[in-house]
């Protein structure tokens, strides 16, 4: 399937408030996004992405733009990426695409896709880490039911952890159709037009590629990272992602209150971000031309003047 920007029009539209800024692209993909975020920038403006899957990063060097450099990086390292690459400036805005990305899900290769037969890996880069194999070989029960439950939202986790250490006891789960075939047996009823092992990959991706701890460590330092007037875009694909997202942009635009217990009246101060307008969930149109960006939702920030330690 081919590669579709998800609310392209939308994120870049609330991202760009100056042509002549910096630009940071946390999750260059496929480059959708920096693609016609460059289109819009000025001869004077400079995007920076980065990315951790060897292939994305294969794709950004095939731009052929002076304004455009590509950091191989996770993006929960975004200040380190950016500090290496000599890059003091602060940002005009910083955009997340968070999740998997269409060539990553399509490639069985990658071992992403429960509807693909292929190696059970799912590492986003596949060059460090722990394959998805390798996790499943080691995991302990409680441990596999937590990550089903909280991270895949699995009602039926403890069912399929249980199947899970039974079948690799006989022998190792290294193949996505097998595990796919094991979670359709273990799951006793399904959800409508939804693959019952598609809440068991989830959870998997996520463990292995560590991504909500990703984005809680990236979260943490854009407010640094974002000058006065910059702005956050960040686009999710599932509810956990976006639950903290809603709850850090919350939470970054009050400013600093007394203790608990201690009286207080009158408004919050002023925190370090101002959301922007509402979430937004793409067109229906969109949603029929691309069904993957129906789950999709984004959030938007601007950068306040005010700092506050945290």
């Given at each position: ?12 539209s ?6 002549d ?6 999750t260059f993909?496929?480059?959708g996004?920096?693609?016609?975020l460059?289109e ?11 990315d ?9 060097r095939a731009?052929?733009?002076?304004r455009?450099?590509i950091i191989?990086?996770?993006f929960?390292?975004?200040?380190a ?12 805005g910083?955009?997340l695409?968070l ?15 429960f ?8 590492r986003?880069?596949?060059e ?14 409680g441990?596999?039911?937590r990550?089903?439950?909280d ?7 403890r069912?399929?952890?249980r199947?899970?250490?039974e079948a ?16 359709a047996?273990?799951v ?16 998997l991706r ?13 979260l943490?330092?854009?407010?640094d ?14 509810s956990?992602e976006?639950?903290?997202?809603k ?7 009050r400013?600093a209150?007394?203790?608990?217990g201690v ?13 922007v307008g ?8 969109e949603?029929?031309h ?9 959030r938007v ?6 700092d506050?330690?945290?």
């Amino acid at each position: 399937m081919q590669h579709w920007p998800v609310l392209l029009e939308e994120s870049l539209s609330a991202l760009l408030v100056d042509p002549d800024g910096l630009y940071v692209d946390a999750t260059f993909g496929r480059g959708g996004h920096a693609r016609a975020l460059l289109e819009r920038l000025s001869d004077r403006g400079r995007l920076i992405a980065l990315d951790r899957d060897p292939e994305a990063v294969a794709a950004a060097r095939a731009i052929e733009d002076a304004r455009f450099t590509i950091i191989p990086s996770a993006f929960g390292d975004i200040g380190a990426a950016l500090a290496g690459a000599g890059v003091t400036q602060r940002l005009s805005g910083i955009l997340l695409d968070l999740g998997v990305s269409s060539p990553q899900l399509d490639n069985a290769a990658r071992g992403f896709s429960f509807s693909q037969a292929g190696p059970l890996d799912m590492r986003m880069n596949p060059e460090m880490g722990e394959s998805a194999a390798d996790w499943l070989a080691r995991v302990e029960e409680g441990e596999l039911v937590r990550v089903l439950r909280d991270y895949g939202e699995e009602r039926f986790a403890r069912r399929i952890a249980r199947a899970v250490l039974e079948a690799r006891a006989r022998a190792p789960l290294s193949r996505t159709e097998t595990l796919a075939e094991l979670v359709a047996r273990a799951v006793p009823s399904r959800e409508p037009g939804k693959h019952p092992a598609t809440r068991t990959f989830q959870a998997l991706r996520i463990a292995v590629n560590d991504e909500l701890g990703e984005l809680r460590r990236c979260l943490a330092q854009l407010c640094d990272l974002l000058a006065p007037g910059g702005r956050l875009a960040a686009i999710s694909f599932h509810s956990l992602e976006d639950r903290i997202v809603k709850q850090f942009i919350r939470a970054e635009s009050r400013g600093a209150m007394p203790p608990k217990g201690v009286p207080f009246m009158g408004e919050a101060p002023p925190g370090r971000l101002r959301p922007v307008g509402k979430a937004v969930r793409p067109a229906a149109a969109e949603v029929e031309h691309n069904p993957r960006a129906r789950s999709a939702i984004l959030r938007v920030a601007e950068r306040s003047g005010v700092d506050v330690a945290r």
